[in-house]
C-alpha cells in the first residue's frame, strides 16, 4: 500500500513536469534577431523611447508579450510583433532576455537637483498626497521583485520610463476629463495606476531620470 502511494505520487509528478513548457533560451536567441532592431543587442536598446529588456525578470517580460498579444497592453508596434509568437517562442524569448546582462543607465542631461528630488520620491513617495515610495514595491536598486512580478526598472531608458508612467497615469485623467486618451492599465489590481496618479510631469521626470542611474 505504502509503495502503490509512492508509486502515484511519482505518476502525478511526472505528468505535472511534462505538462510545464520548459523554456530553451537558443531558441529564444533565434527568435530575438527580429527584436535586435529596436530593442538592441542582448536587449540592451541605445533608443531613449524603446525599452532595456536585458536583466529583466522572465515571469514578467512573459505577461507582457502575452498581453500585447491580447492587447490587454494596447500598443500597435509590439501588438505587430506579439501576433506571429507562440506561447512557447514568448517563453523561450523571456528565458533568453532574463538571461542578459542590462547595460549601465545614464540621465542624460539631468541636473543634480532634479536627481535629488527623483531620488527622494523613489524613497520616500509624497506624503502631503499619499503617493507610494517607489522603493516598496520595486526595491533599494529598482530590481523589483520576480515573485510578485514586480518588474526591474533600474538602468531602463528615462524617455521610455517617463512614457510608461504617463500612460498609467492617464487613467486617472481621462477619469476626471472624461476623456479617452491611450492609457497603460495591465497593472494588477492598479498597483501603478495608483501610485503615478498625483504626479506631475516634473516629478515624472526626476523619477525617470533617477531610476536610469540605479544599478
Ligand atoms: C519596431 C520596433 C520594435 C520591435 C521590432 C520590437 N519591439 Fe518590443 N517594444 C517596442 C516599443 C516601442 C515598446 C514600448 C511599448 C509601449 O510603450 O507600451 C516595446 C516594448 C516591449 C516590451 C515591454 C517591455 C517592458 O519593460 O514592459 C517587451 C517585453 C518587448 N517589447 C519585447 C519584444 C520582443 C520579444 C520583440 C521581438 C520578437 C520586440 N519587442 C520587437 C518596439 C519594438
Ligand atoms: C504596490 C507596488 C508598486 C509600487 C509602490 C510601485 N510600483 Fe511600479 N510597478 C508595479 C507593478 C506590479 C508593475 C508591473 C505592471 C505590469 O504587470 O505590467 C510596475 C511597473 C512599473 C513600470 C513599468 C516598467 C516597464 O518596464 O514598463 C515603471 C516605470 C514603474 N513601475 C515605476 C514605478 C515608480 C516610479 C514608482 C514610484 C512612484 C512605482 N513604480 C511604485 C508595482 C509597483
Do not use: W
Amino acid at each position: 500500500m505504502t509503495q502503490f502511494k509512492h508509486i502515484t505520487a511519482l505518476a502525478i509528478f511526472l505528468t505535472s513536469i511534462s505538462g510545464f513548457a520548459a523554456s530553451d533560451i537558443a531558441a529564444g536567441q533565434e527568435k530575438a534577431q527580429t527584436c535586435v532592431a529596436c530593442h538592441g543587442v542582448n536587449g540592451n536598446s541605445v533608443v531613449p523611447t524603446f525599452p532595456k529588456l536585458a536583466g529583466q525578470h522572465a515571469s514578467y517580460t512573459l505577461k507582457q508579450l502575452k498581453q500585447f498579444k491580447s492587447k490587454e497592453r494596447d500598443n500597435a508596434i509590439m501588438y505587430g510583433q506579439a501576433l506571429a509568437l507562440t506561447d512557447q517562442d514568448m517563453e523561450n524569448l523571456a528565458a533568453y532576455y532574463a538571461a542578459q546582462t542590462a547595460t549601465p543607465g545614464m540621465a542624460m542631461g539631468a541636473s543634480a537637483e532634479k536627481l535629488a528630488l527623483g531620488k527622494k520620491l523613489y524613497n520616500g513617495g509624497k506624503l502631503s498626497d499619499g503617493t507610494t515610495a517607489c522603493i516598496a514595491c520595486h526595491g533599494v536598486n529598482g530590481k523589483g521583485i520576480p515573485s510578485a512580478k514586480f518588474p526591474s526598472i533600474a538602468g531602463q531608458q528615462s524617455m521610455y520610463t517617463a512614457s510608461q508612467l504617463k500612460l498609467f497615469r492617464q487613467n486617472a485623467i481621462n477619469q476626471q476629463l472624461g476623456t479617452a486618451d491611450p492609457v497603460r492599465n495591465n497593472d494588477y489590481e492598479g498597483m501603478m495606476r495608483n501610485v503615478v496618479s498625483k504626479l506631475s510631469n516634473d516629478e515624472i521626470d526626476a523619477l525617470s531620470s533617477y531610476i536610469a542611474t540605479l544599478k
